[in-house]
């Protein structure tokens, strides 16, 4: 700075460092190295763990085709002429119930799970790439701590409106046989030292240098979950999976101008199986419905993942008493109309069929079974998420006592379900919602139906 | 639950025990007794409040019958017993 200043040089000056020293943090937070451990914010009673509370015998785990999960595999499991007669029961039942007026499958409720599941991102392997390079903005690619790195990635998912965020690093006899073999659409899933990724006819390629997988949920509405399995409620499920879409293609977006790759499912589904990661990445753990069961949520979620070569400092398993809870609860089971799902108390090794996926303990379901109720519903059924005794909006301060109760004292877990009965679910007549579906378009509902203010309250 | 009923709420029980250590004699099983069925009733109340918030009428119901039954009869004892002392003393 001159010895002797003008006012008009002093306050130039004064500019020019009060601009370097607003500047300063956001330099250095590129470049500056955490060794903070990045964690999701939770109560105490909540547990991070070593190893999942599902067993796995990753010896015996084998990377999926995707093409035999219930979803694709069908007809193979049932045979055409069974699924023709499931296809008329279908389209004659709905239209029946159309024409009655039956609440759940009037007009109306199919015009908002037909307006439900518009609105979305076409979904792509390697993104759209759309956005700006950090080549493009003139400066180099982000670096940080794996650490920092996480904590970016959470607030950057948790702003495009993911619920909660998980990191899994993939080793190559463990996690990483939980990216399928072969993707929904018949793809094979390559995984090979190659600088970029790369999609052909009939294969997509994982560079091996992309270690890390980013497991996040989305939230769905519980109110609307307690009038399923109708047409109506089916919107919230709908709709998280086309909230999924745009949150992808804002994640690969966020990365590509970060100088990273992120490579997402290229259809609903794909990429991996998204409960493993999910239960891996300490997001909860594998239920009696063999599907997530989250602490925060409950069964109140979809789950999706993607695959970057940004560093991610992982994310460890919890045990929140989940799994535990469901051994003493058989609700989901109690309910299920198509008896697809199991009533042994403990989980087991012996899947029930080609559907599932060998080599941990779980209460293998009967997907067929489940799938074939849906065709006689005309409707994906959602029973079993929505009877479960933590799907529940929580601000009833009870739920955070059951919570409580079922992470640290497993003697109350029955008792715990009966409490529930009582509260919560009056019909146990099979396929009965626990509403009337003609009261849902009577509620004053937040946005999307869900309360996105309840993991951040709820914190230690 | 609003900060405004919760403000109301506070200053009912602030006001209630305040009078029950001036005006009343408790015994220490009676404070407990008195302590115990306010936090009960209050437990009950936002159970309630928030259940209704939820759109659970059911269970707001119960939840209120579950744990404001036992909170009034337990509040009752600790507020009630000093004074019937009191009035057979007289």
């Known amino acids: 700075m001159p010895e002797n200043l003008t006012r008009r040089e002093f306050i130039k000056e004064l500019g020019k460092f009060g601009a370097v020293a607003s500047l300063a943090p956001l330099a250095l937070s590129g470049e ?67 024409k009655e007026g039956r609440p759940g499958y009037t007009l109306k409720d199919y015009a908002l799970n037909n ?28 670096t940080g701590s794996p650490e920092d790195a996480s904590a970016m990635v959470s607030a950057a998912l948790r702003a495009f409106g993911a619920a909660t965020v998980g990191f899994v690093e993939l080793e190559t006899n463990t996690t990483e046989k939980l990216l399928y073999s072969v993707d929904p659409d018949g793809k094979e899933m390559r995984i090979e030292d190659a600088d970029q990724p790369e999609e052909g006819e009939d294969y997509r390629l994982i560079p091996k240098k992309a270690r890390w997988v980013v497991s996040y949920t989305v939230q769905m509405s519980a109110e609307s979950f307690r009038y399923a399995p109708t047409v109506g409620y089916t919107q919230t499920t709908s709709m998280a999976y086309r909230r999924a879409r745009n949150i ?63 560093p991610l400092a992982p994310t460890k398993p919890i045990n929140a008493g989940l799994l535990k809870f469901c051994k003493n609860c058989t609700k989901c089971a109690d309910h299920c109309p198509s008896k697809a799902l199991s009533f042994e108390k403990e989980p087991y090794w012996d899947v029930k069929g080609e559907w599932n996926n060998p080599g ?22 959602g029973i079993c998420f929505g009877v479960c005794p933590f799907a529940h909006n929580n601000l009833a301060s009870y739920h ?41 378009w009577k509620n004053n509902l937040p946005e999307y139906g869900i309360d996105t203010m309840r993991s951040v309250n709820k914190t230690s | 639950m609003s900060v405004t009923l919760w403000l109301f709420l506070g200053v009912v029980v602030g006001i209630g025990f305040f009078l029950a250590a001036t005006k009343m004699k408790l015994t220490w099983y009676e404070w407990v007794l008195a302590v115990l069925g306010t936090i009960l009733i209050l437990f009950a109340i936002q159970n309630y409040a928030a259940s209704q918030a939820e759109v659970e009428a059911r269970a707001a119901g119960m939840l209120l019958l579950i744990f404001g039954l036992p909170g009034v009869i337990l509040a009752a004892l600790g507020f009630v017993l000093p004074w019937m002392r009191a009035k057979k003393a007289v």
């Open chain 1, 32 to 98: 500056q190295m955490s060794d903070k451990p990045f964690s999701i914010k939770r109560p105490s009673f909540i547990k991070e763990v070593d190893e999942p509370t599902t067993e796995v015998d990753w010896d015996q785990v084998k990377r999926y085709n995707e093409t035999n999960t219930s979803r694709r595999g069908f007809v193979k499991y049932v045979g055409q002429d069974r699924l023709d007669k499931l296809t008329e029961l279908r389209n004659s039942n709905t239209l029946k119930w159309r």
């Open chain 1, 115 to 142: 307006g439900a599941s518009e609105g979305y991102s076409a979904m792509s392997f390697i993104g759209n790439q759309n956005s700006d390079t950090p080549e493009d903005l003139g400066v180099p690619p982000w």
């Open chain 1, 248 to 310: 992808q293609d804002r994640l690969q977006n966020f990365l590509r101008t970060l100088g990273y790759m992120g490579l997402g499912e290229s259809s609903t589904n794909a990429t991996g199986i998204a409960p493993a990661f999910a239960v891996m990445a300490g997001l909860g753990e594998l239920s009696r419905y063999n599907r997530l069961l989250t602490p925060e949520y409950g069964s109140m979620v979809r789950v999706f993942k993607l695959v970057t070569d940004l």
């Open chain 1, 360 to 381: 941990h303990k779980a209460w293998f379901e009967d997907s067929p079974k489940c799938r074939s109720y849906w065709y006689e519903v005309g409707t994906g059924c």
């Open chain 1, 400 to 440: 955070n006592v059951q919570n409580y109760l079922a992470a640290t004292i497993p003697g109350f877990d029955g008792t715990l379900k009966k409490i529930d009965d009582l509260l919560y679910t009056p019909n146990t007549e099979f396929g009965v919602p626990q509403k009337n579906p003609s009261d849902w």
